[in-house]
């Protein structure tokens, strides 16, 4: 039996990996649809385009509902306090979602030139909107996010809608919209041919510097211009979850602490640097399968820079700092934590292996000539 | 005009779930009939099977993608709209949510991409495979969901911890055996292949009435028809049974269906039908059929049944005791150290959730007046004639069901149907049927555990989210557009498709091919 202490940051880490995989997966296949009206001219490139990811865009959703589900159950805290503390850019992100199932599954169904241009700027939403949104939250959890809880532990935001648009919200809705349409490119170099790949390629480069440029922005406002979160009482990560137990304070410059404390963290924003620079590199020399992963690796340090540098910290307050939510108290109980990581470890080798069977099965160029072939049944 | 947030988050999670529900039954049964035709064409050989599964498959696909969209709407929702809801029952409820992500949707998804892309890149056999993973994954998924809806039926294997503010899961077995979550399952996935089964069975019906393409239709409603009277006996011999474990974990629903408001001497009469009146809490009038309700709620002839009038009885002592519980744990909550508090709450701890019901009325539940308390009795039972006659349609078209799928099952071993325009014309009228009858039982189930959230734990009134009125409505009405839309698309297209029939693969070997 894991001590609660050690459980506690395991799922700070399984969180994070599910939102990498979230970011891999379901990432690529957003990137496309993003870059779907660029890169496709006509019905015959963007049918290629949308079939590069037709057999998976379905199983890679999933990472997202199960990153969804797996903070629900780990930390219902956190769920519950930013599914409803961020409402409105919640439900942009949800009705944006819609747009996919149905696009991917009804544009090619019907044979008329407006039905489907109707369907394909649906996918550009459906692949836009939620990364630029999910960016855009962890520029305000960087920032904290005025929100408190009564006695009881009911939670109210204090903020509204608009407050959300901030200029460092707004940076890191476009290093996130941009990794992911750079990522979205890789693949797609990776699975098409000729004027397609060649197009995909021009717009990683342009993403590619997109990202390099601010997130390097984004790392310097956020040392110099952004004050982060300290816990000032005594840290108990053995105790029982309970917010209001803590007191917090604002310290300038306190999002660095971690990297003095633990040096070895600052490997993570070099591996963002890196994983893009080589992605950028691999697929200009044609190993196009090498810069998907280099391209991941950057996401895992994009992501892990943004969690790292908070930790323990998850969603600060800015209203009301002992209200913030931390590694240490807006978990779930040892036993359930115990359960699901239990849970996890069965699950996801399980889920590893049979989505790449999936993509083997699938593997290989996307070709005008294999839409021809497949009319009836191809997206 | 609505006008706060309870009853304005109610409704629109009623109206997303509801809307939800017109899909995922089709797709948890339509997987099935896929696997039998894609069974019988690897064992046969025959090229019209795989014709068959391409065919169904295509309109199954039509009506997934709606599912797999109005799904996300239900797993945002209790975040966005249940924000106290998702705190306090989270480490429970969250833990079946994410398992089902884990264990069965990752693998429905990920094979229904095999399914429709990997004809020519896999063997039959692997091909099989992968329908056969898929059908397994979206029947897993409908089982966990059914694990975490059954907890809030019956809220089994958890204990309120003043700590941390919520309940928290002492017995992960318990919450997986819960008798109303097993019961749920089998019923509500029978009822989802009833519905694949009807489905198949009104679309061929309508080719045979027409002629068209008879051999495919022919081969269709046999399978549709064997499969479906199948599933129809299991629906009704498992409705029976969650009517069994209803009647032990949830006296309320039980009574508020049949408007029992008085406890009879056993067995008890079941009221085929009667006009339960709210206000004298009485039925006007009432057609009874002795002893029957008796043996189906208890298996016994000498267990008595609670009427609403004895459950109200019993409900205004757990408020009572429940008001001790809620003043002793606001006190632990300024002092965690008070021992009497914690005495206090510890001996009424299981009537917590009564005590939280006065909230509707007082903030200061210490000082809840009788008037106070016997509102808060009242609120207990839900309103009985919206029960008594959801509960008596779904019942009534379960039984019709019954009959058409007895009927087109005889008809299709004699092998005679397509010759019997009257089986045919019946079997599409009744197409509405299973769609109709699964919402009531939505109604039934969730209306029926009103005034809770989690039965006896925690009030709905409570379980909400702080947001605006206004934030509401507006959700309301972008949650209302977007439906209907998206129902006016994939009408169009089922219809579309339906009516071209198997001609839409291009295949070359049905009427209405589309050109190439």
Known sequence: MLDYASLKVIWWLLVGVLLLGFAIMDGHDMGVGTLLPFVGHNDTERRVVINTVGPHWDGNQVWFITGGGAIFAASPLVYATAFSGFYWAMLLVLWALFFR???????????????????????????????????????????????????????????????????????????????????????????TEGVIQQRAQH?????????????????????????????????????????????????????????????????????????????????????????????????????????ISMFPFIMPSSSNPASSLTVWDSVSSQLTLQLMLVATLIFMPLIILYTRWAYRVMRGKVTAAYVRENNHSAY | MLDNVVDL???????????????????????????????????????????????????????????????ITMEFQFGTNWAYYSHYVGDIFGAPLAIEGLMAFFLESTMIGLFFFGWNRMSRKQHLLATILMAIGTNLSALWILIANGWMQNPVGAEFSYQTMRMEMTDFAALLLNPDAQAKFVHTVSAGYVTGAMFVLSISSWYLLRGRNVEFARKSFRIAAAFGFASVCSVIVLGDESGYTVGEAQQTKMAAIEAMWHTEPAPAAFNLLAWPNETRMENDWQVSIPWVMGLIGTRSISKQIPGIHEIMAQNRLRIRSGMLAVTALETLRRDRNDKAALSVLNTHKKDLGFGLLLKKYTADVAQATPEMIDAAVRDTIPRVAPMFWSFRLMVGMGMSMLLLFGWAFWASLKGNFQHRPRLLKLALYCLPLPWLSCELGWIVAEYGRQPWTIYGVLPTRLSVSTLSVESLYGSLAGFVAFYTVLLVVEMMLMLRFARQGPGSLGTGRYDNETAH
């Not at chain 1, 109707?118 to 904290?144: D, K, M, R």
């Not at chain 1, 109210?156 to 979205?184: D, Q, R």
């Not at chain 2, 109610?10 to 017109?22: D, E, I, S």
Request: aromatic content about 16%; glycine content about 12%.
């Open chain 1, 101 to 191: 199932p149905v696009g991917f599954d009804y544009r090619s169904k019907i044979d008329n030139a407006t039905w489907r241009s109707v369907w394909h700027w649906g996918l550009f939403i459906g692949g836009t909107v939620p990364p630029l949104i999910f960016g855009v939250a962890f520029g305000n959890l960087l920032q904290g996010v005025p929100f408190h809880f009564d006695s009881n532990l009911v939670s109210t935001y204090e903020g509204s809608f608009w407050g959300l648009l901030n200029p460092f919200a707004l940076l890191c809705g476009v290093v996130s919209s941009a990794m992911i349409t750079f990522h979205g490119g890789v693949y797609l170099a990776h699975r």
């Open chain 1, 203 to 307: 717009w990683v480069m342009l993403m590619g510097l997109l990202v390099l440029a601010g997130f390097s922005l984004a790392g310097l406002w956020l040392a110099l211009g952004i004050d982060g979160y300290v816990i000032s009482s005594t840290v108990r990560p053995e105790a029982l979850p309970d917010p209001l137990a803590k007191t917090v304070s604002r310290v300038a410059g306190a999002w660095l602490g971690n990297y003095q404390r633990w040096p070895l963290t600052m490997l993570l924003p070099l591996t963002a640097y890196l994983g893009f620079v080589a992605a950028m590199l691999l697929l200009r020399a044609g190993h196009s399968f090498a810069a998907f992963w280099a391209s991941g690796l950057g996401l895992a340090g994009v992501i892990g820079t943004a969690g």
């Open chain 2, 9 to 71: 988050s109610r409704l629109q999670f009623a109206v997303t779930a509801l809307y939800h529900f017109l899909f995922v039954p089709l797709t948890i049964g339509m997987v099935w009939l896929l696997v039998i035709m894609e069974s019988v064409w690897v064992m046969t050989g025959k090229q019209v099977y795989q014709d068959m599964t391409r065919f169904w498959g295509k309109l199954f696909g039509i009506n997934f993608a709606l599912g797999v969209t109005t799904g």
